[in-house]
């Protein structure tokens, strides 16, 4: 069994306290008009970069902050409570930065690393298409080889900051089928033959962009090509144990937000001649929510730092914490909003900003069904 994560150290306190303040003061006062005007705020995330979010992962040769899993759940937890939205999109972006520093090339590294860590370059992760969600390593993207380049045809749904992001993490398929016959590029916004589809409207989630990736006829340089040809599978699913920690932080953070949102408005609304918050019944309400984050964040600890000593339980580990905390962080945030009664439904309270932005954490960096399949897998020896 692995070892017990406790307490944080003196360290993680400071970079929670840190990006609590940043989110604080630089996403929670403007996270509604960003959602109601579907503003990616660049400008923000660099200043986000500034307290090294922009490459938490990465080496510091090339300008990351060499964090470990533990250290960056507790930020994106910390960093959510201002926008559930902008936070989960820096995961996404850090997950980029990681797989670039764990499986590039020195030249590489020195070529994307330096603009990501600073978020002067955004990074989007493009694995998911029109037909291959869930069965990811049924994607129908191809890489071509052709002298000294790779040709790209292709289409890839659901990319965040699509558009905006100038590199991309592009898997495709250049051998057989199957999870073996796939490689990873890095195709550069600019490059000829990317477009991309509409912004697409979305339930929430919309202070960061959503589009399709289309690569019509791309030619790389054989440099593109990430790690080994058909180490790509591979490759991808490293990147998402960690992208799933961060997603799961970014819920328990905005469930945290909604929580203490919801303890203030009891406190402040009376009802039949006392304080709501006066109710034993609403105290056990919020009780229980604050008592399963705590569950869910303990188990998200856990499997971040059996990440960290990459220990050989920590996918499956990775794959409950996503699930537990996502599906708690919504269930918390819905609870919020029904304790605010009717204000609850109303845009300017917040609360159902944060229930629409954590809903679709159940879905994505792999669906709650799939990682339940991951831990099950795990159980039985099943294929």
């Excluded at 993680?12 to 579907?38: H, M, N, S």
């Excluded at 030249?107 to 998911?128: D, F, I, M, N």
């Excluded at 690569?215 to 180490?231: C, F, K, S, T």
Aim: with cysteine.
């Amino acid at each position: 069994m692995s070892a017990a994560v406790h307490d944080l150290t003196p360290d993680q306190l400071d970079i929670a306290r840190a990006v609590r303040g940043f989110a604080d003061d630089c996403l929670a006062p403007y996270a509604e008009e960003w959602d109601r005007t579907k503003h990616f705020p660049v400008d923000v995330l660099r200043k986000a970069a500034g307290l090294g979010l922009g490459g938490v992962y990465v080496r510091e040769d090339v300008g990351g902050s060499e964090l470990t899993r533990l250290d960056g759940v507790v930020a994106f937890e910390a960093l959510a409570t201002g926008c559930p939205s902008i936070a989960a999109y820096l995961s996404i972006h850090n997950m980029v930065a990681w797989m670039i520093d764990r499986h590039g090339t020195e030249p590489q590294r020195a070529r994307w690393l330096p603009g990501l860590c600073s978020a002067e370059q955004l990074g989007s992760y493009c694995l998911t298409e029109p037909g291959a969600g869930s069965d990811a390593a049924a994607l129908a993207t191809r890489a071509v080889r052709d002298g000294d380049h790779w040709v790209l045809d292709g289409v890839k749904q659901f990319i965040s900051g699509a558009g905006s992001a100038q590199v991309y993490l592009v898997l495709a398929r250049t051998g057989g089928p199957g999870p073996s016959g796939i490689s990873a590029f890095v195709v550069e916004l600019g490059d000829a033959g990317l477009s991309f589809g509409p912004n697409e409207r979305k339930m929430g989630w919309n202070a960061q962009p959503t589009r399709q990736v289309v690569l019509d006829g791309v030619r790389l340089p054989a440099d593109r090509l990430l790690g080994a040809e058909g180490e790509g599978f591979k490759i991808a699913m490293r990147g998402l144990d960690g992208g799933r920690l961060g997603i799961a932080a970014c819920s328990l953070g905005g469930a945290r937000s909604a929580l203490e949102r919801a303890t203030a408005h009891l406190a402040g609304r009376e009802a039949f001649g006392a304080p709501l918050l006066h109710a034993q019944a609403l105290q056990f309400r919020l009780a229980d929510m604050a008592t399963e984050l705590e569950a869910a964040r303990a188990l998200l600890w856990r499997a971040a730092a059996a990440l960290d000593r990459r220990d050989p339980e920590a996918t499956r580990l990775c794959a409950m914490a996503k699930r537990l905390a996502t599906d708690t962080g919504f269930e918390v945030a819905n609870q919020a909003l029904q304790l605010h009664g009717g204000y609850g439904y109303l845009a300017e309270y917040g609360i159902e900003k944060i229930v629409r932005d954590l809903r679709v954490h159940q879905i994505l960096e792999g669906t709650n069904e799939i990682m339940r399949v991951i831990v099950a897998r795990g159980l039985t020896g099943a294929a």
